[in-house]
DNA sequence: GCAAAAGTGTTTGGGATACACCCATGC
DNA sequence: GCATGGGTGTATCCCAAACACTTTTGC
């Protein structure tokens, strides 16, 4: 096939961006401004463009949609890339999709696009197949935590072992044994106590602990 | 950003082809007939045109360059697609990759791409980062072995367990015990004896067992 | 003292691992 | 009868799962 007369199709990046909120795993939307599906909530996304990695452009798409700086993300892993006849009413297109995981990212107050975070339990209706990238998303990502410590991207540098647990509890969308818990993530060997508490309430201090490295490990025994 | 104006990254494909040949595990390469890369072997991969899905190019491109016909493959699965900024000479491409499974697959003879498959221990150099690309399909694959089924693609429909048990072997690229292997994976429940012997040598015929479902099944229990 | 979350051990069952010999066949 | 791969069972260990009470704090 001749270079000048090659024509590729249309490619887009959307991204799947999680955080914990009280407890419930969410996930960032906009509200449409532009046709097709004007005015429904969709994930951020938009064109790669000539010249621009897929990364780039989701960079790119976050901070003008959404006016979220993909450095506050402590974790960012390729989805899928999806085939997208009769997906965008435009035409045939392939979007590549990303998954990225935050702690205390904020809203931005961009009165088009209205960025939100909502419950993966209770999502409005999307537009495209959005729904089900987020279904996906959700599956990659418990998988993910049960062989290795992607929990990290989600929670604060030091944490107690109960906001661990109810990390993996939101998650997995089930609850877990606290003694069982804590002994199995404990003998891992990837977080070290410190010696500072934190008191929260009326009831006994929580020690805090850190994983004792910053990135992603492969667990040596898969959890749960 | 207008509809009009807009401009695509170039997008391909590349097709990881794996077959089990003398109890070795081969991947499908060809010899570039055009720069960059020329003499080079690679990957079968091509562009992917405006108005085609990504599987369709693949399936174009195996059948044009490797006389290849996707409908032989037991399994096709994505694997990654990669933001190639330097990775073709020509300039910056994103190319969305796939890995594919199959049983007695014929080397066509076209003089010109040369289509071979070559055992995964003792590649030739190859073109562009294929190399990598090709170490990460392994990876899946031995990954896979151990959640799913996927064996099933490279076996015929009915085998013995030491076919079974050495077709893991090469896949993971170690030894496994025989005693130990066939215990679990009876237990998996996945395969039924049928009432044929092969007979193969001077030695015991084997039984063949065969897959109760055909198609690719998440195993209960995480095998290995 | 009471409410609320933090913290802590033991028992049991199932599966992973390690390991060696007999069986059926061709020559 | 011997070489070749097919086929089989047991003992041990580790880990997952089930399960309830004490501790520390604020009010």
Redesign the pocket.
């Known amino acids: 096939m001749a270079k000048e007369t090659y024509v590729p199709p249309t490619l887009t990046v959307d991204s799947v961006i999680f955080q914990l909120t009280n407890d419930k795993l969410m996930v960032l939307l906009i509200k449409r401004a532009n046709e097709p599906f004007k005015n429904s909530w969709a994930l951020p996304g938009g064109y790669i463009a000539a010249g621009e990695t897929t990364t780039e452009a989701m960079d790119r798409v976050l901070k003008n949609k959404a006016g979220l700086n993909s450095k506050n993300l402590g974790l960012i892993e390729q989805l899928y890339t999806f085939d997208t006849i009769a997906r965008d009413p435009r035409g045939p297109a392939v979007a590549v999709t990303y998954m990225g995981l935050g702690r205390n990212l904020a809203e931005s107050d961009d009165k088009t696009q209205h960025p939100t975070f909502f419950p993966v339990t209770d999502l409005p209706k999307l537009a495209y197949d959005h729904k089900d990238i987020i279904a996906y998303a959700h599956e990659r990502l418990k998988s993910k935590l049960t062989y290795t410590n992607a929990i990290f991207a989600l929670l604060e540098l030091k944490f107690?072992?109960?906001?661990l647990?109810?990390a993996y509890e939101a998650v997995l969308d089930r609850s877990?044994?606290?003694?069982?818990f804590?002994?199995?993530f404990?003998?891992l060997g990837l977080i070290q106590?410190t010696n500072e508490?934190?008191?929260?309430?009326?009831?006994?201090?929580?020690?805090?602990y850190r994983f004792h490295h910053p990135g992603l490990q492969t667990l040596t025994?898969?959890?749960?």
């Open positions: 107690s072992l109960s906001e647990q109810t877990l044994d606290k003694r069982n804590r002994k199995k404990l003998s106590p508490y934190r008191q929260d309430g009326a009831h006994r201090p929580a020690r805090l025994r898969s959890f749960d």
